[in-house]
């Protein structure tokens, strides 16, 4: 008896994690194709083929949905950054490979952070629980440690760390993210050329 309960609640636990994917996948598809304020529940439980009730089940509101989306496209951004550098010399590379991860494909994961942050940072606030001021310390800190790497390899000098993460996340951010008439940041050779003439020069001072 004792057994058969247990057979049962795991495969529950198993439909429960089941719809719950389906619903944050739904979530993550409405988000692209529309944004936050547009996204509604019901839209997102008709493409996860269930009812609204159901997805209440698993998401008291909106926000806790969207939310969960949010949570799972971070994570999954961060670790495709660590990954695609991970296979990258030279921190100026490091950087042209992060810059142009960040402005890449429309469904990437940092591409839709990057332009729900942008474009509705109140609503990316509320379901997204850390706010939009976010942004700058958790580049600032997936940064940090190739600083710290091509420091060690005598390619810069730093002396505050911590400052010129955060500088360097500005930097990156900026050059991400605005336009304009002197480097196609789309173009790698041009964008590492631009950042060996320009940026690594600043880490370099004593």
């Given at each position: 008896m004792g057994l058969e309960a247990t057979d049962t609640e795991a495969a529950e636990d198993a439909a429960s994690k089941t719809v719950r994917d389906r619903l944050i996948d739904a979530a993550e598809s409405c988000l692209r194709d529309k944004g936050i304020r547009a996204t509604t529940v019901?839209?997102?439980?008709?493409?996860?083929?269930?009812?609204?009730?159901?997805?209440?089940?698993?998401?008291?509101?909106?926000?806790?949905?969207?939310?969960?989306?949010?949570?799972?496209?971070?994570?999954?951004?961060?670790?495709?950054?660590?990954?695609?550098?991970?296979?990258?010399?030279?921190?100026?590379?490091?950087?042209?490979?992060?810059?142009?991860?960040?402005?890449?494909?429309?469904?990437?994961?940092?591409?839709?952070?990057?332009?729900?942050?942008?474009?509705?940072?109140?609503?990316?606030?509320?379901?997204?629980?850390?706010?939009?001021?976010?942004?700058?310390?958790?580049?600032a800190t997936f940064w940090r440690p190739y600083l710290e790497a091509a420091q060690d390899r005598g390619e810069i000098r730093v002396e505050n760390m911590h400052e010129a993460s955060e500088w360097l996340a500005r930097t990156v951010l900026s050059v991400t993210t605005v336009p304009g008439d002197t480097l196609d940041p789309d173009d790698p050779e041009a964008l590492v050329g631009y950042l060996e003439r320009y940026l690594m020069p600043s880490l370099r001072a004593v």
């Open positions: 019901s839209e997102v439980a008709e493409a996860a083929g269930v009812s609204r009730g159901w997805l209440y089940r698993h998401f008291p509101d909106k926000a806790a949905l969207l939310g969960a989306a949010i949570v799972r496209l971070n994570d999954a951004y961060w670790g495709e950054a660590h990954a695609t550098l991970a296979e990258v010399d030279g921190l100026a590379r490091q950087l042209t490979a992060g810059i142009i991860l960040g402005r890449s494909a429309y469904d990437s994961p940092g591409a839709l952070l990057m332009r729900l942050r942008r474009d509705e940072p109140e609503e990316f606030a509320a379901c997204a629980g850390a706010g939009v001021q976010g942004l700058l310390p958790d580049l």
